[in-house]
């Protein structure tokens, strides 16, 4: 991928998108396609091959996604189906159609079974039915990481595939009821803190497991991929993750004390709270020349300070 090249970042105004073309524009990269969802409609078959048609992008970072916390895919199960789904086959498609040098796609550790062991290894895909709570959104991933694989395998493409697990950090949207789990406690701890509450409470028992990566080093992982390695040798997908986990427990008491909200916790055991566990191994990215940076509570610290100054506009 040379400096001149024409790359193009679907969901570029996004959290991945907009640490991405920070980074991306840190290197010298200096065609940077990013049309917002008003410019150019994913959805639309038409709009996006004829994007394509006119700005004949050479590497294509597919990153749009609709996307949400536990509630929101409880709620809208076949949007997030229906929507995932039509971007990235419109845009897939294209890429193919027009043959762009390099795909990347990015999925989700949405796609592996709700009780896969732990920590969850490439080949667990498919072994197992989802987790129900967002199990449109998973299913749409799974199908867009195939796509790339079933495309590389007819049309000789070079379309890969990274799947992360949750991610954190700026640019994040800030919700208590439709966010991922992050920033909906650093959204309700916040409030809490401001509103002078006498106690914060969050859904389930606190004991399940999650991993969390900071969004720089996911777009590190992006980069670097996308800079080092063809779809035959990161067949037919990679994990991206921290390596670690946290029980929602820990993380709620951690960012309690970066916000320094000094009053109770109470976790409603009759919420539902999604898989137990979610670690992916990243055995595979590792032996590849990667892995994470950035120490949870720092990531978590930075996050904070960042929604300080930008996230309450």
């Known amino acids: 991928m040379k400096k001149n090249s024409r790359i193009f970042i679907t969901g570029g105004n996004g959290m991945v998108g907009k640490s991405l073309v920070k980074k991306l524009n840190e290197n010298g990269y200096l ?22 048609n006119k700005h004949k992008p050479e590497y294509v970072f597919h990153l749009a996604a609709k996307v949400g916390g536990i509630l929101a895919n409880i709620e809208a199960p076949a949007d997030f189906l229906y929507y995932n789904l039509v971007m990235q086959s419109n845009v897939i498609e294209s890429a193919r159609k027009y043959k762009v040098t390099k795909l990347l796609f990015l999925g989700s550790s949405c796609i592996y079974p709700k009780n896969s062991p732990q920590p969850m290894k490439e080949e667990y895909i498919l072994t197992g039915k989802l987790e129900p709570t967002n199990e449109g959104y998973g299913i749409s991933k799974i199908a867009g990481l195939k796509l790339c694989e079933y495309y590389n395998k007819q049309y000789k493409t070079n379309f890969i595939s990274l799947m992360p697990c949750n991610l954190y950090g700026y640019n994040d949207h800030f919700d208590t009821k439709k966010s991922h789990v ?30 969390l990566l900071f969004v720089e080093d996911l777009t ?14 990161l067949d037919p997908f990679i994990n991206i993750g921290y390596g ?22 109470r976790f409603d055991p009759k919420k539902q709270e999604g898989m137990s566990e979610k670690l992916v191994d990243i ?20 996050t904070y300070e960042w929604y300080l100054e930008n996230g309450q506009n």
């Open 31 to 52: 065609h940077l396609l990013t049309p917002s969802s008003k410019e150019l409609d994913l959805r639309n078959q038409k709009d996006v091959e004829e994007y394509f």
């Open 182 to 211: 992050t920033p909906a406690l650093i959204l309700k701890f916040h409030n809490a803190k401001k509103e002078n509450l006498p106690f914060v409470e969050i859904w389930g028992t606190g004991k399940v497991k999650r991993e």
């Open 220 to 233: 590190d992982a992006i980069l670097y991929f996308m800079l080092n390695y063809d779809a035959k040798d």
């Open 244 to 265: 670690n986990e946290v029980t929602i427990r820990e993380l709620a008491f951690m960012i309690k004390d970066i916000v320094k909200y000094n009053g109770e916790i």
């Open 283 to 302: 055995t595979k990215s590792r032996k590849l020349g990667w892995k994470p940076k950035t120490d949870l509570k720092e990531g978590l610290k930075k």
